[in-house]
């Protein structure tokens, strides 16, 4: 994998680039462009050493770490979480906060063993501890935290062996906090304590009225999925004083979404839900923390506004919301301030990885003229007297929009013509091939004489996605960016390298799957969505790689196996003190082997099946004795290799 070697086109510079792709935006904190026009990554941070990314692809593809791959950068974690440790303590400073903050990390976010380890590890120094949503995930949290000072949130759909394994885990000294989300979860605690003999520690999740927009907007409200109703928190409070568990019952928690975008909504939703954490502790109630949840957003587009791909505040902007508004609350009803915990996954994990491609091909409509034949038909001969027109008119000339536009007109109109006479049996192949033809150039000349203003018409807007090319992408979608199709989740995706030349191209992105789905065809636009992506063009013989930026959270568990496409090839990378790196931990893709195991296919009988018909072509004369051992060495090494494509 070499860069390539073609020279920068028309004087563009690394700066255009990184404004073109908004990397001086979102990336402001990791990610920049060096003198060389690659992608250059710095976990600890600006101040800390930097990896260039397209020389890293190159040796981990001397590893037979073959794209396409995801790089995790365990500093980032490391980084993530000291930013969002350092931002409550300046909160906490500033506002005179006389409670304390502690995090913990959703599971659900990213699953993966070694990421879950890191966060745990790095995070002992502030007791960081984790959030569980259901049976699995608490085996995993119980796991790993053996800090008695870490909570462990528990959270989700909860049986009776859930809820005695969270109190039993309790006497082992580690902090499990049985959230109550549902009515009926009251009752299964009051019995698994009385059989235990053993206390829980509680925490009950309030269902705010506060609202939240977005697709996660039905995460707060009265028809939230979780969270108890203020009477069902009052019946739980009485029932839970009736079974003498309430000195048990100690935290509050609340959840606005999973990207809060607007800071607004996070201030109404803290505002209620310190005024509820007041009134339990005048019914009584010990309490002592408050949960704020989830929703601390991404800024994937960088352009700091309210979008559901930003968020209008800062981390540190955050904190002091939180620390400031749950303090007045407290302050003025004369509380005691409580400890505050937050269940940041997203803008923990988002940033930490990168997922690398490699473009395979591309395609596109031909608008090539093609030369004039004798005798040609009529509407082969308006299109080519249609494209003088056009070509005749000023570029750019605002004062020209209704003759584009007519002449447009008519292009779809002889076009029309020459498919009619074609079905009828009028036209041949070659004739409808040069209609087509016309046609595109005629779209090609219209777009270079449109001016830049938001004036033009839709349909002729409409023109540089027709004309646009089809990146063909060497990964699935589903399995690797599966939020990109299922809920339109924005990204930032751009080259890693050539950033020193002009993208001249305007283009998208098709996966590996047969589907019409699998594609990538919405980019950021520093607040806008846009349905094309400035590219380079493609050099035949020479890898053009992607990158898909801040997708660590949610994109791993959540794929899925369509097509048969499996995991990628990942690893995870630590800075050294010299400024180096090493791989901290492989994580091999999954084999054809592997999917088909999965599907409950048997690699080993499918192979026997195909070495029982490679015998019987042989015997009936159709298959050679070599040709046929070369088809069974093909398969058998197939089986051992990734989904993906390799050169």
């Not at 930013?83 to 903050?101: D, P, R």
């Not at 885990?169 to 235990?196: C, H, M, T």
């Not at 003999?197 to 697709?215: E, I, M, T, W, Y």
């Not at 505050?340 to 996954?345: D, F, H, P, Q």
């Amino acid at each position: 994998m070499k860069p390539t070697n073609q020279p920068p086109i028309e004087n563009w510079t690394t700066l255009q680039s990184s404004i073109l792709y908004g990397l001086s935006r979102w990336g402001e904190r990791y990610f920049s462009i060096n003198e060389h026009g690659h992608i250059t990554v710095q976990p600890r941070g600006p101040k800390g050493e930097s990896l260039d990314l397209m020389e890293l692809a190159h040796e981990l593809e001397g590893r037979n770490l073959k794209l396409p791959l995801l790089i995790r950068f365990d500093d980032i974690l490391e980084d993530r979480l000291n930013q969002l440790h350092q931002a409550f303590e300046e909160a906490i400073v500033k506002y005179k906060y006389t409670g304390s903050y502690q995090g913990v990390f959703p599971i659900k976010c990213n699953q993966q063993r070694h990421v879950v380890e890191e966060l745990v590890s790095c995070g002992r120094q502030w007791h960081f501890g984790l959030e569980a949503g259901s049976k699995a995930e608490l085996l995993i949290a119980l796991s790993l935290i053996d800090d008695p000072q870490a909570f462990l949130i528990c959270n989700g759909y909860k049986d009776q062996r859930y809820i005695e394994t969270a109190i039993l885990a309790r006497q082992l000294g580690r902090q499990p906090v049985v959230v109550i989300e549902q009515v009926d979860e009251v009752e299964r605690i009051i019995e698994a304590s009385s059989s235990l003999g053993a206390r829980p520690l509680l925490g009950v999740r309030a269902k705010l009225s506060s609202q939240n927009n977005g697709h996660w907007g039905n995460s707060i409200g009265e028809t939230a999925k979780f969270g108890l109703s203020i009477p069902d928190i009052l019946i739980t409070v009485e029932r839970l004083r009736t079974a003498n568990l309430l000195s048990e019952l100690r935290l509050l928690h609340f959840h606005v979404g999973s990207q809060v975008n607007d800071i607004s909504i996070l201030k109404n939703a803290l505002q209620e839900a310190s005024q509820i954490y007041v009134e339990l502790t005048r019914l009584g109630v010990p309490m002592r923390s408050l949960d704020v949840g989830g929703g601390l957003g991404v800024d994937y587009d960088g352009s700091r506004t309210t979008t559901p791909a930003s968020t209008n505040y800062s981390l540190q902007n955050y904190a002091n919301d939180v620390v400031a508004t749950v303090k007045e609350c407290c302050e003025s009803n004369n509380i005691d301030m409580p400890n505050l915990i937050s269940e940041s996954g997203r803008a923990i994990a988002s940033h930490f990885s990168v997922l690398l491609f490699n473009v395979l091909g591309t395609s596109a409509v031909s608008s090539e003229i093609p030369a004039a034949k004798d005798n040609e038909c009529l509407s082969v001969r308006n299109l080519r007297e249609t494209l003088i027109s056009i070509k005749k008119i000023p570029k750019e000339s605002a004062s020209d929009i209704s003759k584009l536009q007519e002449a447009w007109n008519d292009a779809i109109k002889f076009k029309d013509d020459a498919l009619s006479a074609f079905r009828l049996g009028y036209l041949g192949l070659p004739e409808r091939a040069t209609a087509e033809q016309l046609t595109w150039a005629c779209a090609k000349a219209l777009i270079e004489r449109l001016p830049k203003n938001n004036l033009i018409p839709e349909e002729l807007n409409a023109l540089r996605s027709t004309l646009a090319a089809t990146y063909y992408a060497n990964l699935s979608v589903f399995r690797s960016a599966p939020d990109t199709w299922a809920i339109e989740q924005l990204f930032p995706i751009m080259p890693i390298h050539r950033l020193k030349e002009n993208p001249s191209q305007l283009g998208h992105f098709a996966d590996l799957t047969c589907d019409s789905d699998g594609k990538l065809a919405n980019f950021i636009n520093n607040g806008q969505i846009k349905p094309l992506l400035e590219l380079h063009k493609f050099i035949p013989n020479e890898q053009y790689i992607i990158g898909i930026f801040l997708s660590g959270a949610y994109q791993e568990v959540m794929g899925n196996l369509h097509n048969l496409f499996g995991s990628t090839n990942a690893v995870h990378i630590r800075l050294t003190k010299s400024g180096s790196y090493h791989l901290d931990h492989v994580v091999r893709a999954n084999t054809k082997s592997d999917v088909l195991e999965a599907m409950e296919h048997d690699p080993e009988q499918l192979l026997e099946r195909l070495r029982i018909a490679s015998e019987l072509a042989i015997r009936q004369g159709n298959l050679q004795i070599n040709t046929a051992q070369r088809l069974m060495d093909h398969i058998e090494t197939s089986l051992r290799q990734s989904t993906y494509l390799h050169e």
